[in-house]
């Protein structure tokens, strides 16, 4: 039994996937052809009244002012008439073309006679669209071979071209009888239907075969190829960072609300909501966190830390005791909450400030053997329960962020120095205001980074210039830490990055310029070589043409793309005279096209010769290229014609379907497959000027800056710390590095967003919720 495959889903999705795409066509035509029937219809009422074409019979010139001043006063109601026309007209004949979704019963075979009138206005109607046929061969054909393509066939023949020059004007005419109550002013319309009256159908062709050119063919056109994704990265950087700040907003929530449960049994009022931190840094205005502290950074006795530890020691012990009193042990005495961090820290300033001469990380308590105050040791220093639960997040992330930083060997130690004077001037900050934690411009956080990869490529010699901007900023700091001081040594410190930038950039502008200009030249010469291969690869074009194109218009389009952003318009009008030239030396078989020929070839020609003075071509050859040029064309103009009107369209519409035919071919040859994602070339995409990157090689590690990226992204400038070892690579082998390995982008971001992902990310992943798959 036979399967009807016309029923299976795939055969039904197929075909509904056709029709969508032909009904877009039809409203795709029907837009473009009504936007020239305004037009079309202002020049058919003026041929209408221009007597001097009216003839002798005064009734055919009384019909014609009737139907002019008609058709002038009701252009409008012509106008929906007509585009309302065209558009049935047109789906009408999708309907014959595309295949239905259910098989249809077959027919009945019968026989019948096609009445006379029938007969004769199918052969009026050839005649009145055989110039259009001619005039549009090209983009027929080209539309049929899409067409075809379409529905799984070779090619849409012309007669069955549901876009064909005869639908438009078959619909112009029936609009025209209904517009026209006097049935003896019906035939006046036909001769109107001629090009110079009618509107123009190239544009309408022109959008159906764009409407129906592959995608992937489109972005073919395209001059220049760009890989450069760090747009969609800073994008996804931005919605990650969001999300974190999200949940350290929920974490910092969960906190104050657990501390805030405590305190409510305690009659003690609420910290007001923290800061939100939307549209850049500010400080916050909650009680408990303005700014306006001063850390006392000289340093304290041993006897002043024991008694601020100690207080914090009592502090916890009735905090504790009121837990366990009860309502009746709030009636009795209601003990303070556990001490601040806050105040805690301008008892311990004298320890935060003290300096030794050297950081010993693996020392236990908040100072190592050298007396250097150590933050990830300062929470194991205080009894259990002293801090509230915002303060002990608090310490716990600037701990974290400080240790990532101070144990970093690719960070020079005497950055790590300066660094480590930091942590309570930073640790305040965030007391004062959590949104250091949510804002990377905060100024605290942005000292932190600033330092951290400015000190990355510090200079060897402690005279640069951002070295001692890093320094003075530290002493600052360590003096007074206040926002407004953080902000001005963040100022500073980025005021010489900037200028180090600035003569960096100078320092390699030439090599810049002479890689701008090579890269510039060679994607000009790739567009060009392409833009020849696709004419001659699709068309039949004579030998003298095709080598012209080849050896010497080649040059011309180079020249063009290079050109193009300084003059605009160059690269058009250059591919525009070598179509027209391929267009000149095919042959012509009626007289429009001799006509049209003979017209055009003034300004071709001039064309062509500013063209080649531009590039320099002057010798003998070009001169024996014009003469062999000249004679071509004089043949095609004196052959004689001795074909019927209907055998030179005939041969007309073959050979643009043949050429159609190698020209879409050769473009679908051109088009390559999507290959699969690389993430090699995801990788270079994502790579912006500043990235620091890691090498690995015989030599050993090195760690680079990227310090310029070509316009194009075909070549990279890398160099090291004090932006010496610079050398370039093409993106060809900075892939290939990706792809074995050899090559590692160290983390874009700031130290404390890097830190900050870290551990939230370990935070969910210990959450129970989290861990039971609950969103």
Not at 48 to 53: E, I, K, V
Not at 162 to 185: I, K, M, N
Not at 609 to 621: F, H, I, M, Y
């Amino acid at each position: 039994m036979a399967v009807n495959t016309a029923q299976t889903p795939a055969v039904r999705k197929a075909a509904r996937a056709q029709q969508a795409t032909l009904d877009e066509l039809v409203s795709t035509a029907a837009a473009a052809a009504t936007e020239g029937l305004v037009d079309m219809v202002g020049r058919m009422s003026a041929v209408l009244l221009d007597m001097t074409a009216a003839g002798p019979d005064p009734q055919q010139a009384a019909r014609r002012i009737r139907s002019g001043n008609l058709l002038r006063d009701n252009a409008y109601a012509f106008v929906h008439l007509a585009s309302t026309g065209i558009e049935l007209a047109l789906r009408k004949e999708v309907a014959l073309l595309a295949p239905g979704l259910q098989p249809a019963a077959p027919a009945p075979l019968t026989l019948s006679l096609v009445p006379l009138e029938e007969m004769d206005s199918q052969l009026a109607f050839a005649a009145v669209s055989r110039p259009f046929d001619i005039l549009h061969a090209e983009r027929l054909a080209s539309l049929g071979v899409r067409l075809g393509l379409l529905l799984g066939r070779e090619l849409v023949r012309a007669g069955h071209n549901p876009f064909r020059p005869e639908v438009f004007l078959r619909a112009l005419q029936e609009a025209w009888c209904e517009f026209e109550p006097d049935q003896a002013s019906h035939a006046l319309v036909v001769p109107l239907l001629r090009p110079g009256v009618m509107f123009e159908l190239g544009p309408v062709l022109d959008a159906l075969n764009d409407k129906l050119k592959p995608a992937r063919a489109q972005q073919q056109d395209e001059r220049f190829a760009k890989t450069d994704d760090s747009a969609a990265a800073r994008a996804a950087r931005a919605r990650r960072d969001a999300a974190v700040a999200q949940q350290l907003r929920q974490l910092f929530g969960a906190a104050e609300a657990a501390a805030g449960a405590d305190l409510a049994q305690l009659g003690i009022p609420l910290i007001p909501d923290l800061p939100q931190g939307s549209g850049g840094w500010r400080p916050s205005a909650a009680p408990g966190f303005a700014p306006g502290f001063a850390a006392d950074q000289d340093a304290l006795p041993a006897a002043a830390r024991s008694e601020a530890v100690s207080g914090v020691t009592r502090h916890a012990g009735a905090m504790a005791g009121a837990r366990g009193a009860g309502p009746a042990g709030l009636a009795a005495a209601r003990p303070a909450p556990p001490a601040p961090l806050i105040d805690m820290l301008d008892r311990l300033g004298g320890l935060a400030a003290a300096g030794g001469a050297g950081l010993d990380l693996q020392a236990g308590g908040a100072a190592g053997a050298h007396g250097v105050f150590y933050l990830p040791r300062l929470k194991q220093s205080l009894p259990q329960g002293s801090l509230s639960r915002g303060d002990e997040t608090t310490l716990d992330l600037l701990s974290r962020i400080f240790e990532t930083v101070l144990l970093d060997e690719s960070i020079p130690p005497e950055t790590r120095e300066l660094i480590a004077f930091l942590q309570v001037p930073v640790l305040k900050a965030a007391l004062q205001d959590r949104s250091f934690f949510f804002e990377e411009a905060h100024p605290a956080r942005r000292m932190l980074d600033l330092l951290s990869n400015a000190g990355w490529e510090q200079a060897a010699s402690p005279d640069d210039p951002v070295f001692r901007a890093m320094r003075r900023g530290v002493d600052r700091l360590r003096a007074e830490a206040q926002p407004e001081s953080f902000a001005a040594a963040v100022a500073e410190l980025e005021a010489g990055i900037a200028a180090r930038e600035q003569a960096a950039q100078a320092a390699i502008a030439g090599p810049i310029a002479q890689a701008t200009r090579q890269e510039k030249q060679a994607a000009a010469s790739r567009s060009a070589r392409k833009a020849v291969a696709l004419r001659l690869g699709g068309e039949q074009v004579v030998a003298l043409v095709a080598t012209f194109l080849e050896q010497r218009w080649t040059p011309v389009l180079t020249l063009a793309y290079t050109i193009e952003d300084s003059k605009p318009g160059a690269v058009d009008n250059a591919t525009r005279a070598m179509d027209d030239l391929v267009w000149s030396v095919k042959p012509k078989v009626t007289q429009e096209e001799r006509k049209a020929l003979i017209k055009r070839l003034p300004a071709l020609l001039t064309t062509l010769n500013k063209w080649l003075d531009a590039v320099k071509w002057q010798d003998a050859e070009r001169l024996q290229f014009f003469a062999e040029l000249a004679e071509c064309h004089a043949t095609i103009v004196r052959a004689p014609i001795e074909l019927s009107p209907e055998r030179q369209l005939e041969l007309a519409v073959e050979a643009a379907q043949q050429d159609a035919l190698r020209r879409i071919a050769q473009e679908q040859v051109a088009v390559p497959e999507e290959a699969p994602a690389d993430p090699a070339a995801a990788a270079l995409a994502a790579l912006e000027r500043g990235m620091r990157v890691e090498f690995s090689g015989a030599a050993g590690v090195r760690k680079l800056r990227l310090a310029w990226v070509s316009p194009l992204r075909t070549l990279f400038i890398f160099s090291g710390a004090n932006r010496q070892e610079a050398f370039s690579l093409p993106a060809e082998r900075l892939a290939e590095a990706f792809r074995t390995g050899s090559i590692r982008v160290l983390a874009p971001e700031g130290v404390v967003g890097r830190v900050l992902t870290e551990a939230v990310g370990a935070a969910a992943m210990n959450d129970p919720m989290h861990a039971a798959g609950v969103a």
